[in-house]
């Protein structure tokens, strides 16, 4: 492993596994080991969880939404209270989104041209316009590590002609971005193209002619069937530039990650482990759990007695937590999100001492099946 | 001060200062130092809070209700669980309730009798009876330090013969507790009365001589003028048996505490501080605060810069607070509950202070004054 240290913005590769990779990109907010996950802070805040809890799970780096925080409270408040980072009490690396994704399918009275989107706010039917120029400003003045190209991002099952004129807009999108950046945050472009192999690759070419310095592959997880999604990456993702960190966006289940990871993703992100946390579903090392099922009532071991989170290691028994949810109490939510996070941790973690050790598709292997046997002892 | 031990369940006063009183109860899960303010843990969660931030926050005695836990997760299965305290991870004391309160309040179809309450619950509404076997058999199954027994609880402004028929019962009720409850197990009498000061003397003076190891005021803040409550205490308290410790049940705010407690109140509950956390109202050194407000959007303050708690020594600001609050993100409720506990905390520790030096008249009467100067300032 070479010594030398890492520019801000800079990604090294350390190992290779397969088409696995161990890398390390480097913020102004501290080094980002990959494969990584990170967890979602629509509103500046991980939901339901302390900042300080969400960094003793492990994470590094979290994602925030730019239209989120554009519309409440404001990317010049933002900005006037320090950044996210300080206004959000969060030191580590921090991404946000274009916005773009949100305005499209959040927003009402939606207009899309060359120029950007326009819209009416959801908050309060305000008329909005997101230009690639007003992202990266309103970007930069959220002050977040990693920006994210404004781009086209058709549905699952669009015909090939939208996802030409997507991946050709997002391109030009792209060289508008790159002009109106602010200097040293980091642009990440978007790889547009549906399950389209030969346009994704194509797509891939052009946005690493430009100076980015990552590249993600949007448009996935839309719809399509999830078979396809692994079917186009396993063609796509080994030949996306080698040399930048590849984050696939808004994916996914444990099984996504742990095949995705197999193809050469470095970055992942998604609502999952919270969003599933708050409606009952836990990730364990068998396989998923819903804790409201009767068969927790008297349950008194931890959700997970492999797993080493707060909630794990601090005797809070499924009986308890199954109490807490049907009650609707708030501590269950914080609870079983910390230990959803914890599990996404420790799975990009085991899978980076996996690449370290060249052993990533016997662990892959072995984790699925885990997984599925878990499934099979229980139904 | 006397360096004897002290026996589990037994009361020491430490000091006096006019009425107000500073003492030890001693529990078997640790010493409890009066005055005290117990948070509501209702359905075995202080709502919102993690047990460990509880903790923090200088609490050392909760308080649960026992009807809420006898219909669910039912008190079988708690007592099956080891008890509240390692149920819900709270290794400090515990008091419960009688669940005579909420029988009478929550439920529907009730019926009064002398041998208890027959209702519906409010959750299926299964027929149930709570008679006071029924009640110490299902806070003995619970495991509380404290038992409340079942009283009755007339509503503010009740005829004098409605409360003599309560006192009387209240009484009888008594016997059957100390002769049902679990051997170990502290349990308090409950003196009704309303606001007649003859009627509360002579119910204290009888409930004095059943051995019981605390002595309650039930039957305040139901809907009295505050005032009325305030002018019956002064002439109360100071002449219920001095031996023993007094606690005001369901009171108050912040004021009602500083007055109770210089008329010789030992104990407090109430759920005011995480009720108006998650209703918006924080309380300051210099007043309350409404975190919706519009002066707080750019506000780069702590809720309280004199404040000590986690959520105003972590960075965590007026404007973020703010923005999480008006976003319903569930974070919102926890640091500001965690803020509002820290003030009960830490008002009844400056309390002890006050006593421990016999100054607590100049002391109260500056608090406040405090807090009066600070409305007059924002107004």
């Given at each position: 492993m070479a010594s030398t240290t890492l520019q801000v913005n800079e990604f090294r590769l350390i190992a290779k596994s397969g088409n696995a990779r161990r890398g390390t990109f480097a913020t102004a907010h501290g080094l980002v080991e990959t494969p990584v996950f990170m967890p979602v802070g629509t509103q500046a805040s991980v939901k339901a969880v302390d900042p300080r809890l969400v960094a003793e799970t492990g994470a590094r780096m979290l994602i925030a939404n730019t239209y989120h925080l554009w519309l409440r409270p404001g990317a010049e408040l933002v900005a006037e209270q320090g950044g996210l980072h300080a206004f959000m009490r969060w030191p580590h690396a921090i991404a946000t989104d274009s916005g773009g994704f949100q305005a499209f399918?959040?927003?009402?009275r939606v207009k899309v041209s060359e120029d950007g989107f326009e819209f009416s706010s959801h908050l309060d039917g305000a008329r909005k316009k997101l230009t690639p120029e007003e992202s990266m400003k309103v970007q930069g003045l959220l002050g977040s590590d990693i920006a994210l190209q404004l781009d086209i991002c058709p549905p699952g099952g669009a015909a090939d002609g939208v996802l030409l004129d997507a991946v050709a807009r997002t391109t030009r999108w792209a060289a508008r971005c790159i002009e109106a950046k602010k200097p040293g945050q980091a642009l990440v472009g978007i790889i547009q193209g549906g399950t389209n192999p030969e346009l994704r690759l194509r797509h891939a070419e052009e946005l690493a002619r430009l100076p980015l310095e990552g590249l993600a592959l949007g448009g996935f997880s839309v719809g399509e069937p999830n078979a396809d999604m692994h079917r186009t990456l396993a063609v796509v993702v080994p030949f996306v530039d080698a040399r930048r960190p590849r984050y696939l966006m808004g994916v996914g289940t444990p099984e996504d990650l742990v095949k995705a990871i197999g193809c050469g993703v470095d970055v992942f992100d998604c609502v999952m482990p919270t969003r599933n946390a708050r409606n009952g579903q836990v990730f364990t090392t068998n396989g998923k759990l819903v804790i409201r099922n009767a068969i927790y009532r008297e349950d008194k071991r931890p959700l997970d007695e492999q797993c080493d989170c707060h909630t794990c290691t601090h005797g809070f028994s499924r009986a308890y937590i199954r109490h807490l949810y049907i009650a609707k109490e708030l501590l269950a939510y914080e609870l079983l999100s910390i230990h959803n996070l914890r599990f996404y941790a420790r799975l990009t973690h085991e899978a980076r001492r996996a690449i370290e050790q060249d052993v990533y598709d016997t662990w892959a292997h072995e984790t699925l099946r885990g997984w599925q046997m878990g499934k099979e002892i229980r139904s």
């Open positions: 399918s959040l927003a009402e």
